[in-house]
């Protein structure tokens, strides 16, 4: 498409969405999750065209050559279209934060202030690789009573389709709006760019996706922006931690999942930590790779020699970068210098130590004695998640549906005019 046929496109998808916002703003909890749950009934009807629309779409990747990590992501099978439909079920049975007070104020004057969650309107969403996304998004999109324009990557967008298929019928089959949840049905950047400058039409973007897509979004956007950024995590294995549990917990952390926000990808040990070689050797054992300066080489041979760009990668794959370093003060300068403020974590057994890093590691998630594979919206108990915000105004964390919310004042008087 031309680039002027695309704007308008996006400028006529905006302006039906808008129409679309203003009835699920108004929508009751119990409508908007009785169309929910007929849009994942819809999802498992369909599970068998969205996995063969998916099977295009990973020949395809395979043969432009995508990396593993996005390959991985892009994947979909029967158990992963379940997970998608069980995720919007989730989404379902949530508290709906549309008109919750979050404050309420009566003025000397007698006037009665209160300030209620509203939806934000119209939502954006740009992602890459992960079809699933079509679904949480939408989801979490129509429940909070917003409408959603979905722009997936190209070399998803068969899966992208056949997911939003499944996702519209049911929810127009529950009663929401057609143009409640619309996929761009182009995969030109010009969409990209349409959607950015939507200024007045479209209420805020939520980029997902790699390095390159998040740059462009916020250098050029004309409209708010919550960031989705890399996930350049750490876990710090304090010289208190228990040796079994460290080696557990750092080889849960990098190698459950090597291609999820939450995977860790750097690995930093106190040099009083007692046992460092076993949790090298499981890890190595277990195919990770391995790099680290000449102190960690020496105790683990498999470990390669790590370059000054490895403790800025975020790897999305069986790689590791590891150090040692002095104490928890020292982990979290590291952290500082080369963390994306996405996720960190502490494995010890000394509570001072541990509170001192939850307190003062500038990262939108910290943990103490847990995975960074945590870092989840479902593991939260928040059903989906749009992505997790690595910024600090508006939300932070795993996003779901009171990140999607904004407020507004409701005055009520009986007739007081100001002197």
Not at 35 to 58: F, H, P, Q, T
Not at 219 to 241: F, K, S
């Amino acid at each position: 498409m031309a680039d002027a046929d695309t704007s308008m496109l996006i400028a006529d998808m905006a302006a039906r969405a808008r129409v679309a916002s203003r009835r699920l703003a108004a929508m009751p909890r119990e409508d908007k999750r009785r169309a929910l749950l007929a849009a994942a009934a819809a999802i498992r009807d369909g599970s068998a065209a969205i996995v063969a629309a998916n099977a295009e779409d990973m020949a395809a990747a395979e043969a432009s050559g995508l990396s593993g990590a996005l390959l991985d992501r892009l994947r979909l099978d029967a158990a992963r279209v379940e997970a998608t439909a069980a995720g919007v079920e989730a989404v379902a049975r949530l508290d709906d934060p549309v008109g919750k007070v979050i404050e309420r104020v009566e003025r000397p004057n007698g006037l009665v202030l209160t300030r209620v969650r509203i939806p934000i309107g119209v939502i954006g969403i740009i992602y890459e690789s992960r079809p699933n996304v079509t679904a949480d998004a939408g989801a979490l999109c129509a429940m909070s009573g917003n409408a959603a324009i979905l722009r997936g990557g190209s070399e998803a967008i068969r899966s992208n389709r056949a997911i939003h298929a499944a996702l519209a019928r049911g929810l127009e089959a529950g009663g929401m709006p057609a143009d409640a949840v619309q996929l761009v049905p182009v995969t030109d950047r010009a969409a990209v760019g349409a959607i950015l400058t939507a200024e007045g039409a479209i209420d805020m973007v939520v980029p997902r996706g790699g390095k390159g897509l998040v740059a462009r979004v916020q250098a050029e956007a004309r409209v708010p922006v919550l960031a989705h950024l890399d996930g350049l995590n750490h876990t710090y294995i304090d010289r208190a931690a228990d040796p079994a549990m460290a080696r557990d917990l750092a080889l849960n952390a990098k190698m459950r999942r090597t291609g999820i926000c939450g995977a860790t990808e750097t690995l930093l040990i106190d040099r009083g930590f007692a046992d460092p070689a076993p949790v090298l050797a499981a890890l190595a054992d277990s195919g990770c790779e391995l790099r680290g300066d000449d102190e960690i080489r020496a105790l683990e041979p498999r470990v390669a020699a790590a370059s000054a760009e490895d403790w800025d990668t975020e790897y999305l794959d069986a790689i590791l970068s590891v150090k040692l370093v002095d104490g928890v003060e020292a982990a979290m300068d590291h952290i500082a210098a080369h963390g994306s403020h996405h996720t960190d974590a502490i494995v010890t057994e000394d509570a001072a130590a541990a509170e001192r890093f939850l307190a003062q590691v500038d990262s939108a998630i910290v943990m103490w004695n847990a995975s960074t594979q945590f870092a989840d919206g479902g593991e939260f108990g928040l059903g989906a998640e749009i992505g997790i915000s690595t910024g600090r105004l508006h939300a932070r964390g795993p996003v779901a549906l009171e990140g999607l919310t904004t407020y507004k004042w409701v005055v009520r008087g009986t007739g007081q005019a100001r002197p």
